[in-house]
C-alpha cells in the first residue's frame, strides 16, 4: 500500500487540488491522510464536502500541534509500505499520479526511496524553473550528502517516496534544514536503494501560508543556528563543519564551490533541454492550480533518469 500524506495549514484549495485527482483515480491500494493543523475551519469544511472513502482519513488537530510535528505525526499514523509526504502548496502534475507512482516502484524493483523531478513556480516573479537534473542529483545522494545543507538538489519533501520501515521522521528542533537533514540521515545511516523518477511534482514558491514565506528576511540567522546545532549533531561532517564559512578553511570552500554550482547548473539546463521527457501544457490546464497566472505559457521539460544505486 502507498500512503500519501498531506499535512495541511489554512489553504484549502491547495488540499483539494491534491485530493480530488487521488479519489478519481478510486484505488484500493493507497491511502489519503489529511492532518489540518489550521487555524480555521476552511480545510475541514472542503474536506467534509470530498465526501465519505475508506481509504480517506481526515485529522483536525486542536490545538495546532505546529509544522513538523504535524508532518511526523502523519508518518505515525501511516500504514502503507510506502510514503509521501505531499504539502499543501505542492501537487502533481498527473492526474493519474498514485498509478503512475506505484508503476515507478515497481519498475525499479521496489527501492528504498523513489525521488520524484520538481519544476517550480515562483508565484512573485511569475515564472516557472525545472530543478537540477537527476544525473546531478543522483551523484550528490550518492558521493556528496552533506552538499544538501549547502544546496538542496533534492527538493521539498513531497518529491521523497519512501519506505516507512525505513524512515525516522523529522527533526522538530529544525525549521528552515528540516528536510535536508532527515535526507541526509537517511542517505548515511546505511547503503540505500534509490531511485530518481521523471515523474514530475510541480511546487510553488511564494503562497501567503508557504513555511518559505513565513521564515522570510529570517532565513539566514536560522541556517546559521541550525547549522550550528547540525555540526554538532554530525560531527564526522567535514564539510557540514565549514559550511557558514566562519574561518579560513570554509571561506575557501565557498569560494571554490560557487563557480562550481554555476557549472553544475548551467550543464543541467542544457541536459533539460536537450533530453525532454514531458510537454507540460500549462498555460490552460493548470493555470488556476497556480493561483491564477495569467503569463505562464507552455513549457516543455525534461531530466536525465540515471541508474539506481
Known sequence: MLSILIPAYNYADGVRRIVAPLLAEN??????LVSDDSSNDEVEVMMQAQGTHAYLRYTRNVPSIGAVNNWNSLHQKAQGSYVILIHHDDFPLSETFASELIAELE???WPDTLILSRLTYDIAGDRIKLGICNYFRSIIGRHFPSYLFLRNVIGPPSVLVVRRDLFKGYDPA??????????????????RRVAFSHLMMATSYGLPNGISTT??????GIANTELAHLEAKYPDSRFLRHIRGTDVAGKLQSALEWPLWGTVRTI???CNLLMPTASLSIAVSHRAHFTGSVTLKEKSVGSWIPPTF
Request: net charge positive; hydrophobic share 35%; aromatic share 14%.
Open 268 to 270: 543541467s539546463s542544457v
Open 107 to 109: 519498475k525499479y524493483s
Open 174 to 191: 529544525l525549521k528552515w534544514l528540516v528536510d535536508v537533514e532527515a535526507y541526509f540521515r537517511f542517505l548515511t545511516t546505511q547503503t
Open 215 to 220: 521564515l522570510r528576511g529570517q532565513e539566514k
Open 27 to 32: 484505488r484500493s491500494d493507497i491511502e489519503i
